[in-house]
């Protein structure tokens, strides 16, 4: 089984199709696709929100830009989440995410993450001849940024990304010597927070951005088949009220959009005539061999039905936190994306509670189509807070 093989069977994995006209399903094809999946308990909890939530050691891959808001020094953070449980039990996602405020003017931070994406054990082979591989595909990234804030109430932040991804087999009947892809990435975002005041209580409202995954093509099976990144355009609102004393609720908002071309539809061209097969195969070619770049920009014009299906392609969350003395969290939200591009619709569900040194972080996810193979997704996260292990240590 080649890559290019395996990638298929994973992303008809990953999305469960219950559209009724299933000739107008046409997803987004990129490679990696692990790097869009939520690494953290706290934002998948809330359906995978975060442009501009309060600032966490998991903002590397929401919104790096809010490290410069920071409350505490440093914080280094792990994730663990089993993937596709209901298919199979191998198959799991590993973070561990931190930032360091550097400086003695609490303006800036520098910040890395890595994570390991195991698709589990696969085989392929005849069994009769004695013609068995095994093999462990996996993709992993690792990233350092930095974060600045630019004013009192606004920052940005820059983020450079190694990409790896080896999904193949290696046939040596064949001459055919299988090596992982290598792709190149960088994020840029921004962080705008201020604090209101309604009535008589202060609010605090945030919005922000981050387009993440702009590089390379990542290139399959010695470069015949260049995938496109899953670049990714995330803009996000919160507002946060106190309910009493102690008691604060937040609730945000997040749009996503994929900023990669939509691949030609063979259904979209007469093909049955000579001038339409032609049509077809160019603009077919024209698809593979575009840049990054220009398909970022071609992705906001390229959708077969116009403007109707560029407004499908964009992915909504809405959620909510409450906390309690910033000790407990109870959270919830909801995760939509259309039936035409993936049909990933679910609630989050989470808890968390922290101690001066340790934040614990829990989420369940509850798919909306039975036949989802991400319904009772669990993530786990552990975070421990600098500040708090010195001040432990200080008073020793």
């Not at 496109?228 to 609730?251: E, K, M, Q, V, W």
Request: glycine share 8%; proline share 4%.
């Amino acid at each position: 089984m080649k890559a290019k093989s395996l990638l298929i069977l994973f992303a008809s994995m990953a999305f469960a199709v219950t559209a009724q006209d299933k000739n107008d399903f046409n997803p987004l094809q990129t490679g990696v696709n692990s790097l869009n999946i939520a690494p953290d308990a706290r934002g998948s909890s809330m359906g995978d929100l975060g442009a501009a939530t309060d600032p966490d050691a998991n903002s590397q891959f929401w919104n790096p830009s809010k490290y410069a808001f920071s409350f505490s020094k440093a914080a280094v953070s792990l994730s663990y989440t089993p993937w596709l449980r209901k298919i199979v039990d191998d198959i799991y996602l590993a973070n561990i995410a931190g930032y360091w405020k550097i400086g003695n003017s609490d303006n800036q931070a520098v910040s890395a993450s890595l994570r390991y994406f195991s698709l589990g054990e696969v085989t392929s082979g005849n069994d009769g001849i004695g013609d068995i591989q095994s093999v462990n595909p996996y993709e992993l990234s690792f990233d350092v940024g930095y974060s600045r804030k630019l004013s009192e109430k606004y920052s940005m932040g820059v983020v450079l990304r190694y990409i790896y991804s080896d999904l193949g087999f290696s046939d040596s009947y064949q001459g055919d010597n299988s090596t992982g892809a290598s792709a190149f990435s960088a994020d840029i975002s921004g962080y705008y927070t201020t604090f209101p005041m309604i009535g008589r209580n202060e609010c605090q409202w945030s919005w922000g951005w981050n387009i993440s995954n702009i590089g390379t093509k990542v290139s399959y099976n010695h470069g015949e088949d260049p995938a496109f990144l899953p670049t990714n355009l995330r803009l996000g609102t919160n507002f946060t009220f106190p309910l009493a004393d102690y008691h604060n609720l937040s609730i945000g908002l997040d749009l996503n959009k994929l900023l990669v071309p939509a691949r030609p539809r063979e259904k979209d061209y007469d093909t049955s005539t000579t001038d339409g097969q032609k049509e077809y195969l160019n603009a077919l070619e024209n698809w593979e061999n575009m840049s990054p770049i220009t398909g970022i920009f071609k992705s906001f014009s390229d959708a077969p039905g116009g403007f109707s299906e560029e407004i499908k392609e964009i992915m909504w969350s809405l959620g909510a936190e409450y906390s309690y003395n910033q000790q407990f969290f109870a959270r919830a939200g909801y995760f939509h994306e259309s039936s035409m591009k993936g049909n990933r619709q679910y609630f989050g569900f989470g808890a968390g509670f922290a101690m001066n040194i340790l934040r614990i972080d829990a989420s369940y996810m509850l798919a909306t189509a039975q036949t989802s193979p991400l319904d009772q997704t669990l993530r786990f996260t552990l975070t421990f807070d600098m500040d708090g292990i010195k001040e432990i240590f200080g008073k020793k």
